[in-house]
């Protein structure tokens, strides 16, 4: 099971959780967990096509999965997968 | 290194228009081997000191690398020669001594520093900085002389304009078009509260003429716009972002990459904080971190969600930090990094960040830009984010 954290502004729609374990061989995999078991996270995280969306960064440990394989990227069970909204606080 | 008739140990000299060469070309150490008081009269920028009767004791301690390239000079080449045949002797395989020293250089009109450039009350007030040897006084005067541009007198702007000020940043402009309301008090800590009402730039000019004399503050009382932006950060050496609102970030992106110019970004919220540098060319930048904004209600403002005052604090000072070290040229700055700080759990995280290749601002297919003056309507890119 990797370990998924997830960023304060879901953190309503995730139970207030802020750190989940879930099943999943891919990035896409995880994500789908936890969209399923939280439905509220999936218009944040997905556009209609089902593509993640371009504001949403996800990484795998310490890697955009941009540069990885995207959704494809493979998650190991000692693996972190983090998603990571843009910030304007100042 | 063989050993000739004499007994003499056979030395590379160099001249000091070719020393210059290397000198600014890198990978060379420079080692002034006279007493310091020559040494603060002028010496050549980014030198180490070592007086002549400490070059056996302390050379090892200040040039642990044996095999490093190192030129060294004194006056007029004679007290170096002998400092140079020591560390010979001491198994150093690669030192030139600088023909003529630092008076043939200074005749030939080469560059020098002076420390004669910070008076008395400077020399004590930054003394602490001098000490440390990745500052020292050329640092210090280098510091003197550098520009910052900080966005905002806010929560970040607060403390990074207090600890710039401190350290005696020589030029610091604050952007902001807002007063000190009592609710920015908790955690802006350069205004108080007798000056609830007043511009923040004013009263972040005051905070800091009463700290350090020797800062220029420039106060820019407006919003960044794509009319003002290049004429307003043209004028700096380092931009510290700490905007409260997307539409502000992203042309400030869009605008530090066509100038050139570092970016220290910084974002608060709650109890998180990211910063992370971005200087052209080296490394990514905003927009291939961020290719495009979160919807507002991804991306509340501390004035919505709450932020913890000490996060405020934490993530400006971080920016202070970044810079110091770009200023100086020292250590590593966040680039190609995002450092995540959660308050909560004490924890810190650090993310890579690539150059995107398709990046719109920065990669190898950005278009040419010829008109500098125009730029996208980022409060349509930004989705009705116009900030707190």
Known sequence: ?90 | MESGTSGKIELEEIPVDRAREEIESGGVILLDTREPHEHSAAHIDGCLLIPPAMVADNVEQQIPDRSARVIVYCAAGARSELAARQMIELGYEDVANMTGGIAEWQQRGFPVVSEAALTPEQRNRYSRHILLPEVGADGQVRMLESKALLLGAGGLGAPTALYLAAAGIGTIGIVDDDVVDASNLQRQVIHDTARIGQPKTASARQTIEGLNPDVDVVEYGTRLDADNVLEIIGAYDVIVDGADNFPTRYLLNDASVRLGKPVVSASILGFDGQISTFVPEEGPCYRCLYPSPPPPELAPSCSANGVLGVMAGVMGLLQANEVIKLVLGIGEPLIGRLLLYEALSTRFTELRVRRDPDCPVCGAGAPEIEDLGKFPDYEAFCGGHTGS
């Open chain 1, 1 to 90: 099971m990797a370990k998924v954290k997830i960023p304060p502004v879901l953190r309503q729609h995730t139970g207030g959780e802020s750190e989940l374990e879930l099943e999943g061989a891919s990035v896409g995999a995880v994500l789908e967990a936890l969209v399923s078991g939280f439905p509220d996270t999936r218009p944040q995280l997905f556009g209609e096509d089902d593509e993640l969306n371009r504001f949403v960064n996800v990484y795998l440990n310490d890697e955009d999965v941009r540069v990885l394989d995207g959704l494809e990227t493979a998650v190991g069970e000692t693996d972190t997968v983090m998603i990571l909204p843009a910030m304007a606080g100042g």
